[in-house]
């Protein structure tokens, strides 16, 4: 497997060492903790005191013998052994072997040069597991899905791993956690508030999240101290983003171009201030005014949103400055970190390539595996069908069903099933890859379906 726990324990030294605004921490949801912070008037007090140190609380709770990030190396070996039964391949080790394609029962399979399971998620993996295998006595929780992949989620919960409940609107029950418990962050950190309250809770925390995402929260504790707003590029529902503007002071969120051609609109021209806060009331932070905070910001990401598109961004906001307060003093007014992961950066310039040789491999179509709630995993559809190559994104195997149909989630979100291969007698040629969240088990599964589809046809033309 490609996790080595010394490499990577390496690497995050690395990302944490550089400064001190590179330390890890956590994100999440909104929960009832928050709530509760805010009851009485001191406590009020204190929010926004420790509103105002974040950061330096962060690094205070990490320090606490009762957080672990390091995993536990006594389990590690048996925890290395497991995954790779889980998760590795035979058909995919093979792919990757023989120069990314392979041929077999009538179906030429392309495979994107980068695909599937990133460092950060089998670092999360390995953690969570470790932590099971290390406190055997305790009870286990996890505040969020580990990653977003289904099949993981479902081996922890085999594992009798307690899923937090989720109460709607960002909310959520932690009722069942105990004294003495162990709580597992997951690769997407969790919120400060959350953080908050297991710190005062004395309970084992096991934070696995990925240091690419710290990475993200250091950029915004600096555009804090710097006096910036952030425009984070995220979808403001997603775990990330929720643990991300956890951290922040003011921020707005922006999805996509669209939102963020409104923002760097108000910037130039202001505009109807009511409507602008109609539409980015769930996005912003609360008291959000665009008419003061949109003079100086820095631009963050989710690190799974598609690069083009944040670097687009950026230009955009930093014409808007420019426009507004001319070239000299517009850098003042704008800042800007690279924040997308080399995972997720890697993954899509590999698809990129399929695309761009589509032509001239004959691709039929683009296969794209992972969770249908993966991030990283949708940006990577929107690459094939930006360029009008057939594509589709399945979850699992299970998917494509023996009536040649496959149920597979469109870029706009919608679930649609429809006959998958067009023409069975031809030779298929498909190009797949999978989201940083799916483990190689995932592409061999649904490799699989399609060989067995077309072996059946070629069988029963032949009797
Ligand atoms: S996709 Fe990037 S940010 Fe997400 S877990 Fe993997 S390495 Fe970390």
């Known amino acids: 497997m490609k996790y080595s726990a010394s ?23 909104v929960a009832r903790t928050s709530l509760e912070m805010s009851t009485t008037a001191d406590d009020a007090v204190d929010a926004a005191e420790q509103k105002k140190n974040k950061k330096q609380e962060r690094l205070r709770m990490m320090g606490s013998e009762q957080f672990h990030r390091r995993g536990f190396k006594e389990v590690r070996e048996d925890v290395e052994e497991t995954m790779n039964g889980q998760f590795k ?6 792919l990757r072997t023989n120069n990314f394609v392979i041929e077999r029962d009538g179906v030429k399979v392309h495979l994107a040069k980068d695909f599937g399971f990133c460092w950060g998620v089998e670092r999360s993996i390995a953690l ?4 099971v ?33 989720k109460l709607g609107e960002g909310e959520k029950n932690f009722e069942s956690v105990e004294d003495g418990d162990v709580v597992i962050l997951p690769a997407f950190g969790a919120s400060f508030e959350e953080m908050d ?40 529902g997603h775990e990330e983003t929720v643990a991300t503007t956890s951290f922040c002071e003011d921020y707005i969120c922006v999805k996509n171009m669209k939102e963020a051609e409104m923002v760097a609109d108000y910037i130039v021209n202001g505009g109807d201030k009511e409507a602008f806060m109609t539409y980015f009331k769930k996005a912003s932070s609360e008291g959000f005014d665009p008419d003061t905070m949109l003079n100086k910001v820095g631009l963050a990401n989710q690190t799974t949103m598609y690069k083009k598109e944040t670097r687009a961004i950026g230009q955009l906001l930093q014409k808007a400055m420019m426009k507004k307060f001319g070239p000299v003093d517009a850098k003042s007014h704008y800042m800007e970190f690279d924040t997308i992961c080399d995972a997720t950066q890697e993954r899509q310039d590999a698809v990129h390539e399929l695309v761009e040789n589509a032509e001239s491999l004959n691709l039929d179509f683009i296969l ?43 870029v706009e979100g919608e679930m649609e099933t429809e006959p998958l291969l067009l023409d069975m007698d031809k030779e298929i040629v498909m190009g797949v890859t999978s989201g940083a969240s799916t483990p190689d088990a995932a592409v061999q599964d649904a490799l699989s379906q399609i060989f067995l589809l077309k072996k059946v046809h070629t069988a029963s033309n032949s009797d």
Request: aromatic share 8%.
């Open 133 to 165: 295998n290390h406190f055997p006595d305790k009870k286990v929780h996890i505040t969020n899905e580990l990653i977003h992949n289904p099949e993981v989620n479902d081996r922890l919960d085999d594992m009798n791993v307690q899923f937090i409940e």
């Open 197 to 236: 309250y297991l710190d005062k809770k004395n309970v084992e925390i096991v934070d696995t999240t990925c240091p690419w995402v710290s990475k993200v929260w250091n950029t915004v504790d600096m555009h804090q101290k710097k006096g910036l707003t952030s425009v984070i590029h995220g979808k403001y």
């Open 368 to 410: 794209v595996i992972g969770g249908f709630d993966s991030s990283n995993t949708a940006h990577l559809l929107e690459i094939p069908h930006m360029a009008g190559v057939r594509s589709f994104h399945i979850n699992k195997g299970d998917c494509i069903t023996a009536d040649n149909m496959i149920t597979h989630r469109t």
């Open 89 to 94: 391949s035979s058909l995919v080790d093979d």
């Open 128 to 131: 969570a597991y470790e932590a």
């Open 7 to 29: 490499a990577i324990a390496t690497l995050v030294a690395c990302m944490t060492s550089t400064s001190s605004a590179f330390a890890p921490s956590a994100f999440g949801v």
